[in-house]
């Protein structure tokens, strides 16, 4: 394969957001928005043929043996610090950046194309479009890096570009202060991630060019994933805590992946960013941005395996978080608070998938690196059928006008095709057969079960609360009972314009269907192919909660009956902890305002206000009390100014000549 | 009764002195700038002074008074512009009363 | 031991000069004071001839004498009567002008005299000693680059003329 694919790939959306952005002005909705959906559409054309060629093809460079190779397409270098400190902007593909790609690229065209009839009446419409097409840019260009510097660099612009779009209705105060609070929040992660990389690339580029690591850039991934042991023998005995270092450098970049896939405790932007329209929510904060923290593990994954203490780690983090997220979204009453703390949960899955997997065969285990094949699988059909409930949640959205699910109820009569459509997702999401989800998670939880009974136990009830909590608003919006403002209103609620419900269409088709994908050919952690067999254990089990927990949701859900509400005041404190989201923006707002700035910067602003601008404001009033003691000298008469003048000069002249003397 | 240096720089000395008195006293423009050309006249004069007794065999001294005859002659015309430029603008040529530089 | 004649010229200019310019500046009819300063300015022309500079004589009475005053009178002419008289000075004015002035003479008459350097040769003898300054020396010390030659003042001159001439059209053309 050529380099123009690739370099076509990055240039279109980026010159699609410097034309949108700086020509938008002048440019027609209609003109803007064509646009931007032909330039994504083409795009997603370019990405799968690039992503067809590399898993289909057969090319040696791509597949040798029948494992999949890493491939650089092009790999330029952009800085070099020194000889070992080179950073190079590339193109790496490899299975899962081949993946993302087609994800990527699907999901922002189709989110552009719904973008058309949603954001129809908006303000700043091709502003809307500009930053899509940055995000787009930024996300792919992540995925494809060859580097880690390469990486953090789009890292950085995916978190830029989310902050656009999160703060894109900028007159609303919300919006203003969840953008602000999604970009401080993961920059705050990813200052560990910096320094991770940093304590990484150093001990690698330290090594003696000669020894086994010699002559490679110290941020290439290929070279790092190549040779981790070499990598975790560079840092050993560098520094009293020996070999832990590369655990902490792992960590340290895993912190910046906690932040943008909003892992417990860097989760409270997430909730908050469902201030941005929802199909920046679809896009940014379902199905791409927020899984980078996922593709990060994923992208690092030889060296997470010879540090297994960093998956651990990854693994409880991802397993707090996924039922945290779970309870929490029970108790929700905005429908895309409910979806955003289903993607917490769902990401968190995927966390614990990889955490739970192993780099080399292991005794009594038949596939070791089924966690990771099957963390990428859920990461594909998660994207699929998050996208499409996001955009589902759109068409109430524009329909109803509320977030709120007490606004809607007994919608399926009206909106037929967002009821069918947003059914498919609610099923793939639970994990029934024959839908997407079902196969992907199934291989989760087996991959758990092979790591510790007990990580499978814990995410088998997860998965149940995820069936409960989806169908429960499901039933809440479509069933339970009809709001009867909706008979006496004269706007009836009613399907979405063609350019939403293709889209939704579209992407429940894909949610069907992309079960029966071999993944496992596909996608492994080693590019040699697995085939996927359902385990029937695993499998009756989850099916078996899921089932359950969908009939609870029925039997609670389906008609308006004062169950819930007794329930509810049966548990008012739990009731109340899990809606107000246990507390956790109460909890940071405390130690922000409270402690950090009460305590801390009290002192620091007080030095700042009287010492620093004290010592300045005193020099300026120096100035001034002197300049209005001499002004009057400045009489402005020349006459004046030459008689001062010539009197000095007299002076000086006695002066010197009585020195002279 | 020889002619020496200081029999040339007697005169030059007052004429630099009326020139310095003439500018510290005198209100109309026209005269100031009369006044400034006494004491640039004596400057030059010194100029030639100095090089005929102290260095006879150069000649740096009278080409600086050439330089300065030409850039006293610059001065003078804007000078003399400026001047009737504010006789425009404020019907006089009293130096008291163009006070905008104060404070 | 020089000539009577010189001796007496000399006189008779410096006695001129120092009448004239204490005059020039006392005259209150303004463009009496321009005659004053014209007698004054001949006479510098004079000292400048007895020196031995003979062209630089011609130069200050056709540039002095022969240009700025025709400014002067010009400009006097435009911007009040010829007949106008200034004003009395007031004493305090005055009485400053003359402290200055006078401390200013009697401070630099005190330094030049007291300045072991310049007691030496009589104007005979330097005129002797030095060489003549004719027009050749002149042009070629004007145009050439090398040691005592001023080319480079000579065009920043040239150049500074071209700025007052355009500076003193702008400033003083009709708005």
């Not at chain 1, 320094?195 to 086994?212: M, R």
């Not at chain 2, 006293?72 to 001047?83: D, G, L, R």
């Amino acid at each position: 394969m050529g380099i123009t694919l690739p370099i076509l790939i990055l240039a279109l959306p980026f010159t699609m957001f410097l034309i949108l952005g700086i020509g938008g002005v002048k440019m027609s909705r209609k003109l803007a928005g064509t646009l931007g959906i032909l330039a994504n559409g083409a795009l997603a054309v370019m990405a799968y043929i690039v992503a067809f060629t590399y898993f289909f093809s057969g090319e040696a460079q791509f597949i040798l043996d029948g494992v999949r190779q890493q491939v650089q397409l092009f790999d330029v270098t952009w800085l070099a610090f020194t000889e070992r400190m080179v950073v190079n902007i590339g193109f790496l593909l490899d299975p899962i950046s081949a993946m993302m790609l087609v994800v990527i690229t699907t999901i922002s065209f189709m989110v552009h194309l719904y973008s058309w009839g949603y954001m129809e009446h908006e303000p700043g419409f091709q502003r809307y479009y500009a930053f899509l097409a940055l995000f787009t840019f930024s996300m792919l260009g992540l995925v494809v890096a060859t580097n880690i510097f390469q990486m953090y660099i789009f890292w950085e612009l995916v978190g830029v570009s989310s902050y656009l779009l999160i703060g894109f209705f900028y007159k609303l105060p919300s919006a203003v202060s969840a953008s602000k609070k999604a970009f401080i929040v993961t920059r705050f992660a990813d200052l560990f991630m910096l320094i991770g990389i940093l304590v990484l690339s150093y001990y690698v580029s330290h090594t003696p060019a000669d020894g086994p690591l010699g002559g490679a850039s110290a941020f290439n991934f290929m070279m790092l994933n190549a040779q981790p042991t070499n990598v975790l023998a560079s840092t050993l005995g560098a520094t009293f805590l020996s070999g832990s270092v590369l655990t902490w450098a792992m960590i340290l970049i895993f912190v910046g992946g906690m932040g943008k896939s909003a892992m417990l405790p860097l989760h409270i932007w997430l909730p908050d960013a469902m201030e941005g329209p929802t199909p920046v929510s679809a896009l940014i904060h379902a199905a791409t941005m927020v899984v980078a923290g996922v593709y990060l593990v994923a992208r690092f994954f030889p060296l997470y395996c010879i540090v297994p203490d960093s998956l651990t780690f990854i693994t409880v983090v991802g397993a707090i978080t996924a039922f945290y997220a779970a309870v929490v979204a029970c108790a929700q009453i905005d429908i895309k608070r409910i979806l955003a703390f289903s993607t917490i949960s769902q990401i968190a899955f995927m966390m614990v998938a990889l955490g739970c997997a192993y780099n080399e065969p292991i005794e009594g285990v038949h596939y070791s690196g089924l966690g990771y094949m099957a963390g990428m699988f859920h990461l594909f059909t998660h994207a699929m059928f998050k996208a499409l409930l996001f955009l589902g949640a759109g068409a109430l959205i524009h329909a109803v006008h509320s977030n709120d699910y007490t606004k809607m109820g007994g919608l399926r009569k009206y909106m037929p095709i967002t009821h069918i459509t947003f059914l498919i997702g609610c099923l793939a999401i639970a994990g029934i057969w024959p839908f997407s989800g079902f196969f992907s998670k199934d291989e989760m939880l087996a991959a758990m079960f092979n790591r510790h009974w007990f990580w499978g136990a814990w995410m088998t009830m997860v998965a149940g609360l995820t069936a409960f909590y989806m169908f429960r608003m499901y039933y809440l919006v479509f069933w339970w009972e009809e709001n009867p403002e909706y008979k006496t209103s004269h706007h009836k609620p009613h399907d979405a314009p063609w350019q939403m419900s293709l889209p939704l269409i579209i992407l429940a088709a894909v949610s069907c269907v992309a079960g029966f994908i071999p993944f496992g050919e596909l996608v492994t952690y080693n590019g040699e192919p697995y085939h996927i067999h359902i385990e029937a254990p695993v499998a009756a089990t989850s099916l078996t909660v899921a089932v359950l927990a969908i009939g609870l949701a029925t039997a609670m859900y389906v008609k308006k009956n004062p169950w819930p509400t007794r329930l509810k005041n049966m548990f008012p404190a739990l009731w109340q902890a899990a809606h107000r989201r246990f507390y956790w923006d109460e909890i940071y707002m405390f130690i922000t305002h409270n402690i950090i700035f009460n305590i801390i910067c009290r002192g620091i602003a007080w030095f700042d206000r009287h010492i620093i601008d004290g010592a300045m404001d005193g020099m300026a009033a120096v100035t001034n009390w002197c300049s209005v003691r001499i002004k009057g000298m400045q009489s402005g008469t020349v006459t004046a100014y030459v008689r001062w003048y010539f009197i000095g000069a007299v002076l000086l002249a006695a002066i010197t000549w009585i020195c002279l003397l | 009764m020889d002619l020496t240096i200081l029999w040339y720089i007697v005169p030059s000395v007052i004429m630099f002195c009326a020139g310095v008195y003439g500018f510290c006293t005198r209100k109309n423009m026209i005269a100031l700038l009369i006044s400034l050309e006494l004491m640039l006249n004596s400057a030059d004069l010194n100029f030639i002074v100095f090089n005929r007794f102290l260095f006879p065999g150069t000649m740096d001294g009278m080409v600086f008074t050439l330089f300065a005859i030409a850039i006293a002659a610059a001065e003078t015309a804007v000078a003399i512009a400026i001047i009737i430029n504010i006789y425009r603008e404020i019907g006089n040529t009293d130096i008291t009363s163009v006070k905008q530089m104060k404070f | 031991m020089d000539s009577v004649a010189n001796i007496i010229l000399y006189f008779v200019v410096a006695l001129c000069i120092a009448i004239f310019s204490v005059l020039t500046v006392t005259s209150r009819k303004i463009l009496r004071a321009a005659t004053y300063l014209l007698f004054v300015l001949i006479g510098t022309a004079v000292f400048y001839f007895q020196l031995g500079y003979q062209f630089l004589g011609a130069v200050q009475i056709a540039v002095y004498a022969g240009g700025i005053m025709v400014l002067f009178v010009f400009s006097i002419v435009l911007t009040r009567r010829p007949d106008d008289v200034a004003p009395l000075l007031d004493s305090h004015r005055r009485c400053l002008g003359i402290c200055v002035s006078v401390a200013g003479a009697v401070l630099l008459l005190l330094a030049f005299f007291f300045m072991p350097l310049l007691d030496g040769m009589s104007l005979t003898q330097c005129l002797e000693s030095g060489k003549e300054i004719n027009m050749d020396t002149i042009g070629n010390a004007f145009l050439g680059s090398g040691r005592f030659q001023y080319l480079l003042p000579f065009e920043a001159v040239s150049v500074l003329l071209l700025a007052c001439i355009i500076g003193g059209v702008t400033v003083a053309r009709k708005r």
